[in-house]
Nanobody, 124 residues
């Protein structure tokens, strides 16, 4: 299994930006579809963005479309989530996860590897 470690979370004011990193070890992340999930207090975990293994297609949920950008750096074995124009409702713990499926999806059962999560708090 690939091991994943997230970083880059923190406290930011509304309208600010953060860049989350998901660093892989054990296997190259290019072999996996990588998704970012988030879990707000008292809510279920939800997928927000993903990037496919083969052709790098990306997908964004409506709540983050136009504000978040997912990308890969193969040389660093890292997937990023650039988060701009942050809103208080973006607050939560953000997780990256790896799936062997060669398509974007958010079915948690199909993600064999998960990071430990990084806290993002958007507040004035």
């Amino acid at each position: 299994q690939v091991q994943l470690v997230e970083s880059g979370g923190g406290l930011v004011q509304p309208g600010g930006s953060l860049r989350l990193s998901c660093v892989g070890s054990g296997y190259t992340l290019n072999y996996f579809t990588i998704a970012w999930f988030r879990q707000a207090p008292g809510k279920e975990r939800e997928g927000v963005s993903c990037i496919t293994s083969i052709d790098g297609d990306t997908r964004y949920e409506d709540s983050v479309k136009g504000r978040f950008i997912i990308s890969r750096d193969s040389a660093k074995n890292t997937v990023y989530l650039q988060m701009n124009s942050l809103k208080p409702e973006d607050t939560g713990v953000y997780y990256c996860a790896a799936s062997a499926a060669a398509r974007c999806h958010y079915n948690p059962v199909e993600f064999a590897s998960w990071g430990q999560g990084t806290q993002v708090t958007v507040s004035s």
